[in-house]
């Protein structure tokens, strides 16, 4: 993992559009802002190639995407393909909506997708991998979710993030895997939006989407460990707050103090 | 006061759908995560069958409702009775408004509304009685609360909460008082957000709501008095945040030490 | 500065109306309630003559601005010129994108704006100044943002504010400076609507629009100070939570102890 873009990023703060859900974009603008790279979120579909021509990157979150915003979406990717700025995908509940799903296909198929970011449910759902019925679990099987990732990554030509206790960064022919975790982190809402968020901030710095995604998941899974020491047993709102401390804080030396990779 | 409802929600983890404010969001997300359940928001209408099919219950929230969502929100409320999940609703500022006034009473009309959650101006307005004029406040007029929740409970023959100081959870024919209270839990935006989407979880998993309503006045009440202790005067702030800490860790024998109904 | 009004606002509790962005709305909320006024947000354009004829001020924050919306800020802003309530204008990224710059512009035109409230880069685009091809930093440039300031304000014949490190308070014919300030506040996202609600709040209570300005930008700036005193480096998180404890216990004498204006 490539730790000086950590300290790339703090320096040339990079402009992150975000196409954000109504559910945490404050969690997720003060998080990118903490880290140092600059949030911007938008619902005009005409001023997306303003706001691409100043941005680094931009992120797509699903998570409450509908029908009368799906211009807006449309005019984002194509003002980010025109100016040639990476496109992070993240499919919230691709698996638990058939409108989701659907949506997220059309975005994989008209547009050049950098990186998708999704938990186990999602990316099987993308992958086409029926992942209730077999029942796997992110504690478990390993393996599985490692080839889910991977095959991902096959059928779409791109860089997938399948996060949870461990995190898969897949490309078509190789899987690396995060392992710092902390339980607090998912029990945080918008912890997997600020993971995509983040990891489009990298994806501005580098033309290398696999280098981007692993430092978006060593950043967010080692700040996670680091906040989790100074908080108590369940104390989720405390360690929401202080993660944008961390995260405010975070150095490449204390990354590579506890990271743990694979 | 059924305290084991408490443990049943934490072992079963409800999933419950949230037409929410956009104000509130993140706050009552956090909230019902943090006591268990799992919340889900949407803006989509043509997702909501499949989210009312996973869900154990709806809760319509009309903090912010426009004409533009009346299809989401109707669209939402018909899977709900189509799927027989209780809805239940938070009628925002009813008493401000006549659009929201208006809004509520055509849900009323059209949707078997198991539970209603509103302060006393909004269930007032709601029960047709001048309360502005009559002049009461929660810290007095206590019987007439009592009345104002009984009466709006019989016209829509549903159960009624009427939170404040002290919330009165009324059926047709009872009216059960919870006095636990803080000065500090009004003072936080979107608390009674997270009332109402609280006792939505919980009449998901019992189909006595009166109870589901008591349980959920209980258990924010009381972690509200539990999260007060070890918070200066006025720190609103740093209240919300240990709020969710404490709803992490919340256990009955906790509620039954402090509990305070009549 | 008029530190009475402070005294005032918390004995009167204004109602402010905000048509806010959907990425602060909560924080400002809080930052509302915890400073002593009443936050009301809507999204429904035949609700806002019920909601101005309540509210004491109306808040326009352009942050999300989208053509959807413009029916609801115009129904706003002729309901609030109706009922003879002042409008305070935040022009968000006026100077990044090409449609918020003409929809502010539209505004400035079509309504009797009483305060506009930016930083430097917004007030620039709105006076006119080619304030990035002159290189002006907040850090530097003193006299010029002053200058800035006040060209906008002979603009639009209205009070403006020019917030950053210094804050500039301009009317058509003199600029006050507000000096307090620390590094954590600009980096809480939110910060700046936060400024322009609160602002807008106190000229719900004063004719005067340059003293409602002034301690307007005196309360948050030292409030801001105040907190960045019992938080540790760079922790920015905590800070956001802490600024509402300090805003919820603020009092004259608290500000007249430490601000510094010129």
């Given amino acids: ?23 945490t974009p404050n969690f997720v603008a003060n998080g990118l802002n903490a880290l140092g790279a600059s949030p911007i ?15 680094s990157a931009l992120v797509i979150n699903l998570g409450t995407i509908n029908q009368q915003h799906e211009p807006l979406v449309w005019a984002l990717c194509q003002s980010a393909a025109k100016a040639n700025k990476p496109i992070i995908l993240d499919p919230v509940a691709a698996g638990a909506t058939a409108y989701r799903l659907m949506t997220a296909l059309r975005l994989l198929k008209e547009f050049p997708i950098a990186i998708i970011r999704g938990n186990s449910g999602e990316i099987a759902a993308l992958a086409g991998v029926d992942w209730q019925a077999k029942g796997i679990d992110a504690g478990e099987g390993a393996g599985d979710l490692a080839n889910i990732a991977k095959t991902c990554a096959q059928k779409y030509h791109c860089t997938v993030v399948l996060s949870g206790e461990t995190d898969y960064i897949a490309t078509e022919d190789n899987v690396t895997l995060v392992l710092n975790n902390t339980t607090l982190l998912p029990a945080v809402v918008g912890s997997g939006d600020l993971l995509s968020s983040i990891i489009g901030a990298f994806s501005g710095i580098t033309d290398n989407y ?7 998941c060593g950043v967010l899974a080692c ?3 680091i906040t989790s020491e100074n908080v108590g047993d369940n104390a989720t709102g405390t360690f929401s707050i202080r993660l944008l401390d961390t995260l405010s804080r975070l150095t490449p030396d204390k990354i590579k103090k506890i990271l743990k990779t694979r």
Same sequence: chains 1, 2, 3.
């Fill in 1 to 23: 993992m490539d730790l000086s873009l950590l300290t790339e990023l703090q320096a040339t703060q990079p402009v992150v559009v975000n196409y954000a859900n109504f559910v």
């Fill in 41 to 55: 979120m938008t619902q005009e579909a005409t001023e997306t190639e303003d706001l691409l021509r100043i941005a």
């Fill in 210 to 216: 696999d280098e981007a995604a692993q430092i978006g």
């Fill in 223 to 225: 700040a996670g460990e």
